[in-house]
């Protein structure tokens, strides 16, 4: 079984809107966690970078919360733009061991 | 700085074919890894090196070879071609600390008949 779980598999909005993504995972303890984001036949491209002691991390209009006694990250986007369409990938690590979670596919609508 | 470099960008094999995908860093990046990326899945570790001369195996290292000469170099060597082996390959380096951001190359995609 997967050690980190992303939910939903995919997901649609319209421009300008907010939406959130959830990873949970049984990575433990872990280093930090981690939110790619990946543009369609490109590779992942980090977005924030979380120790099991921050709460929350913000890049841009993108906003990473850990909730590290239930085991829970979400990522929220704001104001979503159609450049936001791309898999966001949640990522727990251990040091160098990273596990990946298969990914929730946004598609930004006009 | 290139970043994280692969080439090729795509190749078609032959099952029983052997290949090496190149991967080079110019950001003296100690830690490099390989993964795949196949779909539905995460990305699994094949491989990675915590700096020259020091390899080791990851999640699915069965079927690929890895050598670490260089700090810049990561070379991923398929040794007989397999379909199962069809999938999309990345390279990553990160520097050294355990918060330090992670860059991936631009993968390569491979296809195995």
């Known amino acids: 079984k997967n050690q980190v779980e992303q939910s939903p598999q995919s997901l649609i909005i319209l421009e300008g809107k907010n939406c959130t993504l959830q990873?949970?995972?049984?990575?433990?303890?872990?280093?930090?966690l981690r939110w790619y984001k990946q543009d369609t036949g490109r590779g992942p491209v980090s977005l924030t970078i979380m120790t099991f002691s921050e709460n929350t991390k913000s890049n841009g209009r993108y906003t990473a919360t850990l909730d590290a006694d239930t085991k829970q990250s979400s990522l929220h986007i704001t104001a979503s733009q159609l450049s936001d369409s791309a898999s966001y990938i949640c990522?727990?690590?251990?040091?160098?061991?990273?596990?990946f979670g298969a990914g929730t596919t946004v598609t930004v609508r006009a | 700085n290139a970043g994280v470099t692969q080439t090729p960008k795509f190749q078609v094999l032959k099952t029983g074919q052997s290949m090496t995908l190149q991967c080079a860093q110019d950001?003296?990046?100690?830690?490099m890894s390989w993964y795949r990326q196949d779909p539905g899945m995460g990305l699994r570790l094949i491989h990675y090196s915590v700096g020259a001369g020091i390899t080791d195996q990851g999640e699915v290292p069965n079927g690929y070879n890895v050598s670490r000469s260089t700090t810049e170099d990561f070379p991923l060597r398929l040794l007989s071609a397999a379909p199962s082996q069809t999938s999309v390959y990345f390279c990553a380096s990160i520097k050294t600390g355990s918060t330090d951001t992670q860059y991936f190359g631009p993968g390569t995609r491979l296809t195995v008949l």
């Open positions: 990873c949970n995972y049984t990575v433990s303890p872990f280093s930090n």
């Open positions: 950001m003296n990046h100690e830690y």
């Open positions: 990522v727990v690590s251990v040091t160098y061991k990273l596990s």
